[in-house]
């Protein structure tokens, strides 16, 4: 008895990425209802669903972006200054793009993420939009390989074996969910009389598998700054309201993703927020209305053991089939979290701050390098901080902001190291972020400190090649003597290892008494084939 059992496994192969920029300009107009504009004090936006198609080389892009400002109105005797303004979907500004792809026989991944978002007045009711958009692009292509993974024999053999950690792809795909609620003003938050700014945070998320479904579960908090409403009817000032985790009021949220998988893979995801919506029509409550996507990855790891020789027995010749195998092998699967923490001074001309009312920091620029042990990882952003400045007399109340990234000064920078004991330069890693809301703390008159969390999901993997062995046979001695000269003519699809088997002998008998390398390359149709004698092993 001499049993083979096969293995297969199934990896991605990464063939080429890069990422690419775009640029989108427009103009918007302020509604009707809404003063005339004297400054910017802040704008950010949100990413809707892009939509993309591939037609030959060229990666067709279509969707739009939410644009939020905050604004100082011109002077109005009975009303406060700042005002906030939104436009949503086609409204706001509208993305068509094209990029050309490499010319590659291959599978592409993109994933389209809003780096900048900039509105400049151009006149008392218009103003012009400029948005960065980054556009990361990945080539692959499946990698099947196939091993003998165990051999059964009544004879004894020794078999040397090569471990490996594989990761085979399940499914990928992107998700799109909405979410609303009503949230109360508690006291002693004055009521309000219309909206400035409304941001939502997806925070303290997991995910989990049962049965048919992944969901992914996690908590939306919301920070609104409002003008308050006084006891006469009049507005009486900016206020925040917040509802986290910490104060109970963090709206709980789900995403499912349906799939056939019998096994529980490994999830990894990223969440966005891609629009916000905020109403109300009483005082002391406001509706929000959050689109929130995720884009999702399933993978299985699995141990795996393959076959590289096989020692021979003590009656016949062990005859191998190898072949070149190409590994991707899972060195590291880690999650964890790292907190930035960085101080953000005032230029000299702004005014110092008495009270910060909010804090927005766009979507990063993060890049990643593996170093030995270690995995850096370094990042830039845009942050705009509204705040009450210090009041000069009792009558006065001045709303302002402060811009790191936008207005000609520099975006801050940050970086940290993640400790992966066993990492060298050569891996890959893939890594995927879910920032936290991030938090401000005033230092002093002119600086703040920005305290920002992220959740990483940290897969490492390398590439290796090395010879497995993928079909095995015992073959023994033939009791009777064979004729002294017996040749084969080669036929369409032969190979040295079928030709081998069929006559009972092994192919590095084969290639020695035809004085051939080894390789199925040798086998030309028509070709004549002397068959050897003994199943000798050179």
Request: cysteine-free.
């Given at each position: 008895m001499f049993t083979c059992h096969y293995g297969q496994v199934m990896m991605e192969k990464a063939l080429h990425t890069t990422n690419k920029y775009l640029e989108v300009q427009g103009k918007v107009d302020l509604a009707a209802d809404h003063p005339e504009l004297e400054a910017v004090l802040a704008a950010y936006g949100y990413l809707r669903e892009i939509k993309g198609e591939i037609i030959g080389n060229k990666l067709f892009l279509s969707g739009s972006v939410d644009l939020h400002l905050v604004y100082?109105?011109?002077?109005?005797?009975?009303?406060?200054?700042?005002?906030?303004m939104v436009w949503k979907g086609t409204e706001g500004a509208v993305v068509n793009a094209e990029i050309d792809l490499p010319d590659l026989e291959a599978s592409w991944d993109w994933h389209v993420c809003l780096l900048k978002t900039k509105l400049q007045p151009e006149a008392d009711r218009t103003l012009k939009y400029q948005l960065e958009l980054e556009v990361r692009l990945r080539a692959h292509e499946p990698v099947a390989v196939g091993f003998v993974e165990q051999i059964e024999t009544e004879a004894p053999i020794h078999t040397e074996v090569e471990h490996l950690l594989v990761e085979e792809p399940l499914l990928k795909t992107d998700v799109s969910r909405e979410f609303d609620n009503t949230f109360a003003l508690t006291y002693p938050k004055l009521p309000l009389s219309r909206f400035v700014s409304c941001q939502v945070y997806p925070v303290h998320a997991t995910a989990s598998f049962n049965k048919d479904r992944v969901s992914i579960e996690g908590k939306l908090e919301v920070q609104l700054v409002y003008v308050t409403l006084t006891e006469d009817g009049q507005e009486g000032g900016l206020e925040t309201q917040k509802w986290t985790e910490e104060n109970g009021g963090a709206l709980p949220f789900q995403i499912t993703v349906e799939t056939p998988i019998a096994e529980e893979p490994s999830v990894y995801y990223e969440l966005r927020v891609e629009s916000v919506e905020c109403t109300s029509t009483h005082p002391e409550s406001c509706r929000v209305q959050v689109q929130l996507g995720a884009d999702v990855c399933l993978t299985k790891t699995r141990q795996t053991k393959a076959i590289i020789d096989v020692a021979a027995a003590e009656k016949g010749v062990i005859d191998l089939k190898r072949e070149i195998g190409s590994w991707i092998e899972v060195v590291e699967e880690v999650e964890r979290s790292f907190v930035v923490e960085k101080l953000l001074t005032l230029p000299d001309q702004r005014a110092n701050i008495e009270k910060v009312i909010q804090v927005m920091v766009s979507e990063p620029k993060i890049q990643w390098e593996l170093d030995h042990d270690q995995l850096l990882i370094t990042g830039e952003a845009l942050a705009n901080l509204l705040y009450q400045a210090e009041r000069m007399s009792e009558e006065e109340n001045t709303i302002t902001a402060?811009?790191?990234?936008?207005g000609g000064t520099e975006a801050f920078t940050f970086g940290t190291t993640i400790d992966l004991p066993g990492v060298e330069e050569a891996m890959q890693a893939r890594v995927l972020l879910n920032p936290q809301r991030p938090q401000v703390e005033q230092v002093d008159e002119k600086?703040?400190?920005?305290?920002?969390?992220?959740?990483?999901?940290?897969t490492v993997t390398q590439s290796r090649e090395f010879l497995v062995v993928t079909d095995s046979a015992l073959v023994?001695?033939?009791?009777?003597?064979?004729p002294s000269m017996l040749f084969y003519v080669v036929q369409p699809g032969d190979t040295l290892w079928g030709i081998a088997r069929r006559y009972n002998t092994t192919m590095a008998a084969l290639a020695k008494t035809n004085q051939l390398t080894g390789t199925d390359q040798e086998l030309v149709y028509g070709k004549k084939l002397l068959i050897p004698k003994k199943p000798i092993v050179s």
């Open positions: 100082r109105g011109k002077e109005s005797l009975d009303r406060v200054p700042v005002y906030g402060a811009s790191w990234g936008q600086t703040v400190k920005l305290i920002w969390t992220f959740k990483a999901m940290i023994l001695p033939e009791e009777g003597p064979k």
